[in-house]
């Protein structure tokens, strides 16, 4: 029965809490365990890093994730839509520092906080299974994975070349630099050689790029970012040697312009810069070792920086003809890129044109275009014909390229290689805000592993946060004894990439309470892979890349049968104020707080998923919800509408209304088109409250529109159902409505009618009108007759629904 203390007037802030709270007391979000034959689906949202509150942004991301798992919910699968916190990182540690508190206290300060705002918005989320990256039950596991990766030869110390972010005093890796800056707080990156800890994902480049092909339900542009990242490239590895017979590798993907290499360029690291260089030449080359020195990689690979080379006064023998060839030291080669040494083949590389040209080395083509094709004045990189050179002129390209490499060895001077853009994922901290490294430095027995009954390695609390890594400078936890031999030793103090978190969480969502293991294998396989996954694109080569490392170990590991984390995925565009993407960093956020004052988490809802497609970008310009606000008081008015006659007519009406609006707010849903589907419901309301009738067709149809809303605003939709229209159970635990195809069938039809094959006139009939009829009503239209001009038609042509066609001999001259 209705619920006769209901206000006339909506009042949201109201109604809210109270369906808040009637929800937290029925569990209605927990998880269910499926029903014999049910189907299950994972909807997950990225988490978040609780280093402040929410913003507009998140509402956007979120309430796309929420709708569709409301949506499935209502079409009867279990549906798993787990939250959780990335808490773990240097937002989080930068931002207690900034304001002289502990990070712990910080983090779970903002937890609570951000907490209250999801569940504020309504979002469905299991509670229950909440995890949080920084608590010990849960970086026990993270632990847990790196021993397991050490094991299988996927986790290593080495020293490197790094990228040092000089503000936040941590090194990053590859992808987190961004034209030359980190990419959290923008600081120009610095180059600098420690001891860092990597994970090996080259050693799965070539799965993590065969498997893009299984991907189909990921953007396309994605796909190609991450097919780019990996970066393979089929050539070959040259040797060339020095004059003393030293060997230098060189690896090109173009082994058809072996013949018109006239240099090689070694990168300042290159350990036989020293011994090569003659004394005339040592000042010049150590003036630009400097000089390299003071660039970060990346700024040395730009196309915006100057190519500098300096002559090392030696020369190498080609490989072919035995010709000797200078050898130069460039700013622009890198040691970590390819075996640190290129040859130069100016006639055929744009780069290597210009540098010859800049320093007078020679220039000879190899390569002759096809015929019909200008070379042009600077360098020809396309293919073609071989050319001067010595038993392969003559031969095209392609198959050149494939001689050479059998002639190189044969002669045991190269070989064909891939190489990959990708590099190992360096995983080292020098933070103390991150999941301890649980590895061991031992005099004696050298690098010793936590054992697993000792994990979780924790975080020792009252350290100082000064310069540097603060677990380096806190003795009691860095002194330890080795669970090998029992002597003194040192505890890593390096602390994981945040992203080495999140590579996994997904996966203890399923068994979030698992205190023997990282994960139920029984609970992986009844959820996984994710079926959706809604997140930004700007982690493409990033999280989204690791987690598809991580799960591929894991699956080769024995761990879990599923080889892909994520089957679906959405990725929804940025809200943009003045030309920046909306984000804490930028400093540029807009709360939801106010607008859920002053018009409802609903409204606020509504509004930001009507701001146009969920994909795009939205500019935050002047936005206004009142008029998702008024939308959402006409639909309580509905609900409030009292029963009255109903004649035939009227009820055929309005089970068209609800028809149409059940098919398109379906279709859009599956689509992700949710700004239609909103305007889809605003034109139901407007109509079924125009509609004279309102008996049994009257109030199916409001219950059909009511449900149809719930997954975009689910407190008024509860509230209607429950409170208005006396329903028992949960509106989000009803059945998605359908409908009856007969009731969205066209009921007239647009005809086009012709005369010889000329459109003449349109017209609108009822569909299935007979052929008879049709002809009768088309030869009868003014302009048909005007056009026939007296003539009697030959012959009439009709196509039911869709076409007349009057076939008539021409007009007399």
Same mark, same amino acid.
């Given at each position: 029965?209705?619920?006769?203390?209901?206000?006339?007037?909506?009042?949201?802030?109201?109604?809210?809490?109270?369906?808040?709270?009637?929800?937290?007391?029925?569990?209605?979000?927990?998880?269910?365990?499926?029903?014999?034959?049910?189907?299950?689906?994972?909807?997950?949202?990225?988490?978040?890093?609780?280093?402040?509150?929410?913003?507009?942004?998140?509402?956007?991301?979120?309430?796309?994730?929420?709708?569709?798992?409301?949506?499935?919910?209502?079409?009867?699968?279990?549906?798993?839509?787990?939250?959780?916190?990335?808490?773990?990182?240097?937002?989080?540690?930068?931002?207690?520092?900034?304001?002289?508190?502990?990070?712990?206290?910080?983090?779970?300060?903002?937890?609570?906080?951000?907490?209250?705002?999801?569940?504020?918005?309504?979002?469905?989320?299991?509670?229950?299974?909440?995890?949080?990256?920084?608590?010990?039950?849960?970086?026990? #596991?993270?632990?847990?994975?790196?021993?397991?990766?050490?094991?299988?030869?996927?986790?290593?110390?080495?020293?490197?070349?790094?990228?040092?972010?000089?503000?936040?005093?941590?090194?990053?890796?590859?992808?987190?630099?961004?034209?030359?800056?980190?990419?959290?707080?923008?600081?120009?990156?610095?180059?600098?050689?420690?001891?860092?800890?990597?994970?090996?994902?080259?050693?799965?480049?070539?799965?993590?790029?065969?498997?893009?092909?299984?991907?189909?339900?990921?953007?396309?542009?994605?796909?190609?970012?991450?097919?780019?990242?990996?970066?393979?490239?089929?050539?070959?590895?040259?040797?060339?040697?020095?004059?003393?017979?030293?060997?230098?590798?060189?690896?090109?993907?173009?082994?058809?312009?072996?013949?018109?290499?006239?240099?090689?360029?070694?990168? /300042?690291?290159?350990?036989?810069?020293?011994?090569?260089?003659?004394?005339?030449?040592?000042?010049?080359?150590?003036?630009?070792?400097?000089?390299?020195?003071?660039?970060?990689?990346?700024?040395?690979?730009?196309?915006?920086?100057?190519?500098?080379?300096?002559?090392?006064?030696?020369?190498?023998?080609? /490989?072919?003809?035995?010709?000797?060839?200078?050898?130069?030291?460039?700013?622009?080669?890198?040691?970590?890129?390819?075996?640190?040494?290129?040859?130069?083949?100016?006639?055929?590389?744009?780069?290597?044109?210009?540098?010859?040209?800049?320093?007078?080395?020679?220039?000879?083509?190899?390569?002759?275009?096809?015929?019909?094709?200008?070379?042009?004045?600077?360098?020809?990189?396309?293919?073609?014909?071989?050319?001067?050179?010595?038993?392969?002129?003559?031969?095209?390209?392609?198959?050149?390229?494939?001689?050479?490499?059998?002639?190189?060895?044969?002669?045991?001077?190269?070989?064909?290689?891939?190489?990959?853009?990708?590099?190992?994922?360096?995983?080292?901290?020098?933070?103390?805000?991150?999941?301890?490294?649980?590895?061991?430095?031992?005099?004696?027995?050298?690098?010793?592993?936590?054992?697993?009954?000792?994990?979780?390695?924790?975080?020792? +609390?009252?350290?100082?946060?000064?310069?540097?890594?603060?677990?380096?400078?806190?003795?009691?936890? #860095?002194?330890?004894?080795?669970?090998?031999?029992?002597?003194?030793?040192?505890?890593?103090?390096?602390?994981?990439?945040?992203?080495?978190?999140?590579? #996994?969480?997904?996966?203890?969502?399923?068994?979030?309470?698992?205190?023997?293991?990282?994960?139920?294998?029984?609970? @992986?396989?009844?959820?996984?892979?994710?079926?959706?996954?809604?997140?930004?694109?700007?982690?493409?080569?990033?999280?989204?890349?690791?987690?598809?490392?991580?799960?591929?170990?894991?699956?080769?590991?024995?761990?879990?049968?599923?080889?892909?984390?994520?089957?679906?995925?959405?990725?929804?565009?940025?809200?943009?104020?003045?030309?920046?993407?909306?984000?804490?960093?930028?400093?540029?956020?807009?709360?939801?707080?106010?607008?859920?004052?002053?018009?409802?988490?609903?409204?606020?809802?509504?509004?930001?998923?009507?701001?146009?497609?969920?994909?795009?970008?939205?500019?935050?310009?002047?936005?206004?919800?009142?008029?998702?606000?008024?939308?959402?008081?006409?639909? #309580?008015?509905?609900?409030?509408?009292?029963?009255?006659?109903?004649?035939?007519?009227?009820?055929?009406?309005?089970?068209?209304?609800?028809?149409?609006?059940?098919?398109? @707010?379906?279709?859009?849903?599956?689509?992700?088109?949710?700004?239609?589907?909103?305007?889809?419901?605003?034109?139901?309301?407007?109509?079924?409250?125009?509609?004279?009738?309102?008996?049994?067709?009257?109030?199916?149809?409001?219950?059909?529109?009511?449900?149809?809303?719930?997954?975009?605003? /689910?407190?008024?939709?509860?509230?209607?159902?429950?409170?208005?229209?006396?329903?028992?159970?949960?509106?989000?635990?009803?059945?998605?409505?359908?409908?009856?195809?007969?009731?969205?069938?066209?009921?007239?039809?647009?005809?086009?009618?012709?005369?010889?094959?000329?459109?003449?006139?349109?017209?609108?009939?009822?569909?299935?009108?007979?052929?008879?009829?049709?002809?009768?009503?088309?030869?009868?239209?003014?302009?048909?007759?005007?056009?026939?001009?007296?003539?009697?038609?030959?012959?009439?042509?009709?196509? +039911?629904?869709?076409?007349?066609?009057?076939?008539?001999?021409?007009?007399? +001259?």
């Amino acid at each position: 029965m209705p619920d006769s203390r209901v206000q006339e007037r909506y009042d949201p802030v109201a109604v809210e809490a109270r369906w808040l709270r009637r929800w937290d007391e029925e569990e209605l979000y927990r998880t269910p365990a499926p029903a014999a034959g049910q189907k299950t689906f994972y909807q997950l949202e990225m988490f978040p890093y609780p280093s402040g509150e929410l913003h507009m942004g998140h509402v956007r991301n979120y309430s796309i994730g929420d709708v569709m798992a409301r949506f499935r919910r209502m079409q009867g699968h279990a549906v798993l839509h787990p939250m959780g916190f990335d808490a773990f990182g240097m937002p989080a540690e930068n931002a207690a520092i900034e304001r002289g508190v502990d990070p712990n206290v910080f983090t779970e300060r903002n937890i609570e906080r951000v907490r209250t705002q999801c569940r504020r918005m309504g979002w469905s989320y299991d509670w229950s299974r909440e995890v949080v990256t920084s608590h010990p039950d849960y970086y026990r #596991w993270t632990q847990w994975l790196f021993l397991l990766f050490y094991e299988r030869g996927l986790a290593y110390r080495k020293e490197a070349s790094v990228n040092y972010c000089p503000v936040d005093e941590t090194v990053l890796a590859n992808e987190q630099v961004e034209d030359g800056r980190c990419w959290r707080c923008g600081a120009e990156v610095e180059q600098r050689r420690l001891n860092q800890w990597f994970f090996r994902i080259t050693a799965y480049a070539d799965r993590l790029l065969d498997d893009i092909a299984l991907l189909d339900g990921w953007p396309e542009r994605i796909r190609l970012m991450q097919t780019h990242w990996i970066g393979r490239s089929q050539g070959a590895e040259v040797k060339f040697t020095t004059e003393d017979g030293r060997s230098i590798p060189v690896f090109t993907t173009r082994p058809d312009t072996l013949f018109g290499v006239t240099f090689l360029v070694l990168a /300042p690291e290159h350990p036989l810069v020293e011994t090569l260089v003659d004394p005339a030449h040592r000042p010049a080359v150590e003036g630009l070792i400097a000089a390299a020195g003071r660039l970060a990689e990346f700024q040395r690979a730009s196309e915006e920086t100057e190519k500098i080379g300096v002559p090392t006064g030696a020369f190498a023998r080609h /490989p072919l003809t035995g010709e000797l060839v200078p050898i130069l030291v460039g700013n622009y080669v890198l040691m970590s890129y390819g075996t640190g040494a290129v040859m130069g083949v100016p006639a055929h590389d744009t780069r290597d044109f210009a540098f010859a040209r800049r320093y007078g080395l020679t220039i000879r083509p190899v390569i002759a275009p096809p015929p019909g094709v200008d070379p042009g004045e600077g360098a020809y990189t396309g293919e073609g014909v071989l050319v001067n050179s010595p038993g392969f002129d003559g031969m095209a390209s392609d198959a050149a390229r494939a001689a050479i490499v059998a002639e190189l060895e044969a002669r045991g001077m190269g070989q064909g290689r891939t190489t990959y853009h990708l590099r190992d994922w360096l995983i080292s901290r020098q933070r103390y805000w991150g999941a301890p490294i649980p590895m061991i430095h031992c005099p004696r027995c050298d690098l010793v592993p936590v054992p697993v009954e000792a994990l979780p390695v924790l975080l020792p +609390p009252g350290v100082r946060f000064g310069h540097g890594s603060p677990l380096a400078e806190h003795e009691p936890f #860095w002194r330890t004894t080795c669970p090998r031999c029992g002597g003194p030793a040192r505890r890593e103090t390096d602390t994981m990439d945040t992203f080495v978190d999140s590579s #996994w969480y997904f996966l203890r969502f399923c068994s979030p309470h698992d205190d023997r293991r990282p994960f139920d294998p029984e609970a @992986v396989e009844r959820y996984m892979p994710v079926d959706e996954y809604v997140g930004g694109p700007e982690h493409a080569v990033l999280h989204l890349l690791y987690a598809r490392f991580f799960q591929k170990v894991l699956f080769d590991a024995g761990l879990t049968r599923v080889t892909e984390p994520f089957h679906r995925l959405f990725t929804q565009g940025m809200l943009v104020q003045n030309g920046a993407k909306m984000s804490k960093s930028k400093g540029n956020i807009v709360s939801p707080e106010a607008w859920m004052d002053r018009v409802g988490a609903d409204a606020t809802r509504v509004h930001m998923l009507f701001a146009g497609p969920p994909d795009r970008d939205v500019e935050w310009v002047d936005p206004r919800p009142e008029g998702a606000a008024r939308f959402l008081g006409r639909l #309580w008015r509905l609900g409030q509408e009292k029963s009255g006659p109903e004649t035939p007519e009227a009820a055929r009406a309005i089970r068209r209304i609800a028809a149409h609006a059940v098919k398109k @707010v379906t279709e859009d849903i599956e689509r992700h088109a949710f700004n239609t589907a909103i305007a889809a419901l605003m034109e139901a309301v407007r109509d079924l409250l125009d509609q004279p009738g309102r008996g049994p067709a009257f109030s199916a149809a409001v219950r059909d529109v009511v449900r149809l809303t719930a997954p975009f605003a /689910p407190f008024i939709t509860e509230a209607i159902w429950r409170e208005l229209l006396g329903e028992a159970r949960s509106v989000h635990l009803a059945s998605w409505p359908v409908y009856d195809p007969e009731d969205v069938r066209p009921r007239t039809s647009e005809v086009v009618i012709q005369v010889n094959g000329r459109v003449r006139d349109r017209i609108e009939v009822p569909v299935g009108l007979a052929s008879e009829e049709l002809e009768r009503a088309a030869l009868a239209r003014e302009r048909i007759v005007e056009a026939l001009g007296g003539r009697a038609p030959r012959r009439v042509v009709v196509i +039911p629904d869709r076409l007349v066609n009057v076939v008539a001999d021409a007009p007399r +001259p």
